[in-house]
């Protein structure tokens, strides 16, 4: 009998997360007969911290995800063993843009239908960045060997505005009640609007595979896996997460008038034809700044920085969907 292990954040969504399983998905999962152990994550003892545990031995792990963005980025940071570790995402958060780029579909039963045939549908690229500063701590992350910290990501990293907007979401009252309608992505567009006056432009060192690119009145940059972020905005429209490249925008030297001319256009992936905006590809992408910049992985904000790498990790991810 397939055995699977089921992480629930019961607060995810708020709360919409252990309804869906209760009422919706837990109910599938008995009809196939298969076990199954169910864990919930506390703030104490979060998602990172179960598949931690889970995967430290070399037994193979069926995990299934219930959640969105926030809890994948938490689960890929978790996984020790990648080769015996294997994931099915039921999407069911505020933001499901992992689940947008690799074309999940919502529908529950076809998700767990898919998942329960057990078989590894696709081999995805984890990527990482390196923090050779951390300014403005807002979460302690564990300090690796080099002396750096290192946090892998499945979407995207971003630093500059794009980081800006998501540190300001993450404190925003407002995003929770939008939660509760079905609406959490508004926020981050009302928080876009809201901020662009008071955002500095930072004169930068880019380099993309040593390739030294314009930095100069940085407004953002970010480098994705996958092609959205921010809930369905198409920043990097041919972004593939099984390329083993990662594609960079942007954007600098932009106004506030450009700012509100150009951002509609990222919706659909059209606002590379702007002057100022920038596509690029590669697989190592170094930045220095002048000053201290909000850093993003996926959407969480853990801290500012004057310097990362952003780049891909030799670890490869096993989906179930």
Same mark, same amino acid.
């Given at each position: 009998?397939?055995?699977?292990?089921?992480?629930?954040?019961?607060?995810?969504?708020?709360?919409?997360?252990?309804?869906?399983?209760?009422?919706?998905?837990?109910?599938?999962?008995?009809?196939?007969?298969?076990?199954?152990?169910?864990?919930?994550?506390?703030?104490?003892?979060d998602v990172s911290d179960i598949v931690r545990d889970l995967t430290i031995t070399d037994?193979?792990?069926?995990?299934?995800?219930?959640?969105?963005?926030?809890?994948?980025?938490?689960?890929?940071?978790?996984?020790?063993?990648?080769?015996?570790?294997?994931?099915? $995402?039921?999407? /069911?958060?505020?933001? !499901?843009?992992?689940?947008? #780029?690799? @074309?999940? &579909?919502?529908?529950?039963?076809?998700?767990?239908?898919?998942?329960?045939?057990?078989?590894?549908?696709?081999?995805?690229?984890?990527?990482?960045?390196?923090?050779?500063?951390?300014?403005?701590?807002?979460?302690?992350?564990?300090?690796?060997k080099d002396g750096f910290v290192h946090h892998r990501f499945n979407i995207s990293a971003?630093?500059?505005?794009?980081?800006?907007?998501?540190?300001?979401?993450?404190?925003?009252?407002?995003?929770?009640?939008?939660?509760?309608?079905?609406?959490?992505?508004?926020?981050?567009?009302?928080?876009?609007?809201?901020?662009?006056?008071?955002?500095?432009?930072?004169?930068?060192?880019?380099?993309?595979?040593?390739?030294?690119?314009?930095?100069?009145? $940085?407004?953002? /940059?970010?480098?994705? !896996?996958?092609?959205?972020? #921010?809930? @369905?905005? &198409?920043?990097?429209?041919?972004?593939?997460?099984?390329?083993?490249?990662?594609?960079?925008?942007?954007?600098?030297?932009?106004?506030?008038?450009?700012?509100?001319?150009?951002?509609?256009?990222?919706?659909?992936?059209?606002?590379?034809?702007?002057?100022?905006v920038k596509e690029a590809r590669g697989k190592v992408f170094d930045i220095t700044c002048?000053?201290?910049?909000?850093?993003?992985?996926?959407?969480?904000?853990?801290?500012?920085?004057?310097?990362?790498?952003?780049?891909?990790?030799?670890?490869?991810?096993?989906?179930?969907?």
């Amino acid at each position: 009998m397939k055995t699977f292990d089921i992480i629930i954040n019961p607060a995810g969504a708020s709360g919409r997360t252990k309804r869906e399983w209760e009422t919706k998905i837990q109910p599938l999962f008995d009809k196939y007969n298969v076990h199954y152990t169910v864990y919930y994550s506390t703030l104490n003892y979060d998602v990172s911290d179960i598949v931690r545990d889970l995967t430290i031995t070399d037994d193979t792990r069926n995990i299934v995800l219930i959640g969105g963005d926030g809890s994948m980025n938490l689960a890929v940071n978790g996984i020790q063993n990648f080769q015996n570790t294997r994931i099915g $995402l039921i999407p /069911s958060g505020s933001g !499901n843009d992992f689940a947008l #780029g690799l @074309g999940i &579909k919502k529908d529950i039963s076809s998700c767990v239908k898919r998942i329960i045939e057990g078989k590894v549908y696709r081999i995805v690229d984890v990527g990482e960045v390196v923090y050779y500063s951390r300014e403005n701590i807002l979460k302690d992350e564990v300090v690796s060997k080099d002396g750096f910290v290192h946090h892998r990501f499945n979407i995207s990293a971003g630093i500059g505005f794009d980081a800006h907007i998501c540190q300001q979401a993450q404190i925003s009252k407002v995003k929770k009640v939008l939660n509760k309608v079905h609406l959490g992505k508004l926020v981050y567009i009302f928080t876009a609007m809201k901020i662009i006056a008071s955002t500095k432009r930072v004169n930068t060192k880019i380099t993309i595979d040593g390739k030294e690119m314009d930095g100069q009145q $940085l407004l953002f /940059s970010v480098g994705m !896996n996958t092609p959205y972020e #921010g809930g @369905g905005f &198409k920043f990097c429209p041919h972004a593939r997460e099984n390329d083993g490249l990662l594609d960079f925008c942007i954007g600098n030297q932009l106004s506030q008038f450009d700012f509100f001319r150009i951002f509609p256009y990222a919706y659909n992936g059209a606002h590379l034809k702007f002057h100022g905006v920038k596509e690029a590809r590669g697989k190592v992408f170094d930045i220095t700044c002048e000053k201290p910049m909000w850093v993003h992985t996926d959407g969480e904000v853990a801290c500012m920085s004057k310097h990362i790498q952003i780049s891909l990790c030799e670890e490869k991810l096993q989906m179930l969907n």
